[in-house]
């Protein structure tokens, strides 16, 4: 046994510090009417208070309806089968699964499938041909592919590949079993990835956007959805999970729940990573780490994609380091891999580019101009090649239908349907950042390491002892020079939003997996095992309580589709009453829920309701004849305006939207145009009735 030292002290009073540091800190987005912000440490009480639990994911009266899940998780399940399929039939095809183990083998599998069906549903969608058959005759000819490939090839030894000197070693102390730690939090994923929609994104566009490409049959230009014409390639399975299941409701649970399943496959990968480069031990503990991180919980099961993001920004790093250390002039088959994970970080939103493609593509070239720079560009060309097969086709079609490949982005180089100066002017003032000073940078830097609020509380400081592996120095410095490089980048160029470099994540946890194991002292594991069990606990308190997320897990899905607490009690009313012709949204673009035909519009796109009032040619508002013809052939029948996001449009720099004004509506129902309808207690929205021609002279 190793005698303690000086940095073992150092490292028991530094794990301390900060956990004290952490439980104390406040989240300021859990503030009671009070004013009262909640801590950390209070997330323990839920501990005491077993029957509020309980009743916040049964119900009340209690439910357990795990049944009505069964067919969601059904189209789930062979969505990412079939995929897992394509993907290892792609890896033997290029060869790149002989150097992989088994586990390994399977995970890289999952991502490359997982994207190529995302594109090959693209394409369709493109083509107009959204037809079950279209994707059940392929996925029957990929299976039995697959399965004849694999009864040919299965042999002794098969991806059972030895790995390097010292990958495997035992002697950390933690044993590969503790993995199963991550079990509840996987459960709790896929629990609530089956969940419906609370969240504005997910409802305004990851899930509204096929919602609306299902329903016209088609993939095409959205003019009155900004978000609805980037990259999407999650998204696209919730496109598929519809066409299977021919009905968007429960189509889009089942894809919500593909995407909620990028976590756990996250969370295999980075055990078969701990596995060849730390030890079977250490993989485990990342694992742990990163699966029961409250941030990842938080948005695979609210249906955010940046758990796909931090699948392929892993799998692309993992591929590369792989390749780096191997022979890289005979397995070039794994630089296009990682070229390939690379694109479909891209496709899956457009900051992969910049988080993953960049660095990557960086890191390749100067990797072999070191060392020999006559050969340096093979792997570059392979690895950009596969890197534009895995998102070329979304930059062809939005270069196609929009007339700008990064649209909405780029407008000053490319142009771009429906945008003008003014709308890319707002564009960049609210997706880029504006303060540089120390403060700030010194604040969200706090926020990074310390004070994010869904943060679990032994990912940092383990990474941070990570860089006292001496057999690990270097992986573990590449590791976090990674993660500073996406910090580095979000806090300058992107969105400073919590939520753009939680993907990053994935590589502090296989950092922290090496700073668990740095040490095989007696007091060391049973510290570390001590802290897990403590941070295992409150991150499940944070995931299944309210404050936390979503966490109606077993209560059905009848109560929840019509559940005020989810959905807007007008989107109720509209659902219930409108007979004929669509509901105009004025100021609500988050109209998943909504049952019946809606024109609707994002801050960015031309106001709907504008176009229909006013006169192209003047921009004044028409004569109340000439309004009610507009909306009559829009087939308008109700009116809904919603003052509050109207307001925090406004208040966030999101625009103005002078137009819509309280004065407007005074005078179109005094005009008699609009019937308003009587207003709903404790909201601030409106809706109106759109008088017909025989009501206009009472």
Sequence with gaps: MTKPDWRLAVATLGLGLYLVLFFSARLPSLEDQTGRVMRRSEFFWYLFLPDQLAGQWFGSPPQFALAERIPVLAIAAAIVGVATAAGWLALVLCRAERTLTRLEAFVFAAGVGLNLVSTYTLLVGLAGLLNRWVFAAPAAVVVAGAIAVWIRRRRPGT????????????????????????????????????????????????LQVPKEFFEQGSIGFLPHNVYGNMALGSEMHSLLAMVIAGDWWWGALAGKAVIALFAPLTALGLLAAGQRFLSPGGGAVAAVLFLSTPWVVQVSTIGWVEGASAFYLLAAFYALVVWQRGDRARSLALAGLAGYLAGAATATKYPG????????????????????????????????SAAALGCGLWFAKNWVLAGNPTYPMLYGLFG??????????????????HDFSFGALAADLRRVVLESEWLGPLLIPLAVFGLLAASKRRLVAGLWAYFAFVVIAWWLFALRIDRYWVPALAVVALAAGAGATWRVDAWWRRLVIGAMVLSCVYCLLVATTGPGGYNRLFVSYQVLRTSPERVDPWHLYFNRHVKAGRVLMVGEAEVFDLEVPVLYNTWLDDSIFERLLTDPATGSVLEPA???????????????????EIQRYRASGYGQHEFITPALFAALVAQNVLAPLPPLEEHDGRAYRVRPDAEAGE
């Design 416 to 433: 771009g349907r429906t945008l003008t100066p003014e709308k890319a002017e707002l564009w960049n003032y609210i997706v880029r950042p």
């Design 626 to 644: 000439e309004i009610r013809k507009n909306l009559a052939a829009a087939d308008v029948s109700y009116v809904f305006v919603h003052w509050a």
């Design 159 to 206: 991806n059972d590949i030895r790995l390097p000197s010292g990958s495997q070693e035992q002697g950390d102390g933690f044993s590969p079993r503790w993995v199963w730690l991550a079990a509840p939090f996987a459960l709790v994923i896929v629990l609530g990835g089956m969940l419906p929609p609370i969240e504005f994104d997910v409802r305004e566009y990851h």
């Design 353 to 384: 580019l910049l988080f993953v493609g960049v660095p990557l593509t960086a890191w390749l070239v100067f990797a072999e101009l070191r060392s020999d720079w006559r050969w340096a560009w093979k792997p570059f060309a392979v690895f950009v």
